[in-house]
Nanobody
């Protein structure tokens, strides 16, 4: 059974760094584009960053570009999101997503909550 489990969320102060991790199991990790989405309070879920199967290409939302780095380890079936200089507007539930490269198959994690506040 496919599963994505996020970790690393919590309460951080503005300007600090945070590292989110997603552990995948139950599917062929390397066949999936991996992404992080977030849902800020009162807003729709939005794409934060994505990374292709072998990590050759990444894509970032304009709101996080330059502050966030997505990476993956296909040997460990993990994807991480390094967030630097976090701001209160980064407060959200962050979700890990796996999208198959060829088929309409996708998986979601249950999310990890990040609160940026002083």
């Amino acid at each position: 059974q496919a599963q994505l489990v996020e970790s690393g969320g919590g309460l951080v102060q503005p300007g600090e760094s945070l590292r989110l991790s997603c552990a995948a199991s139950g599917f062929t990790f390397s066949s999936y584009v991996m992404s992080w989405y977030r849902q800020r309070p009162g807003k729709e879920r939005e794409l934060v960053a994505s990374i292709t199967r072998v990590g050759g290409n990444t894509n970032y939302a304009d709101s996080v570009k330059g502050r966030v780095t997505i990476s993956r380890d296909n040997a460990k079936n993990t994807v991480t999101l390094q967030m630097n200089s976090v701001q209160p507007d980064d407060t959200a539930v962050y979700y890990c997503n796996a999208q198959h490269v060829y088929y309409a198959v996708a998986y979601w994690g249950k999310g990890t909550s990040v609160t940026v506040s002083s």
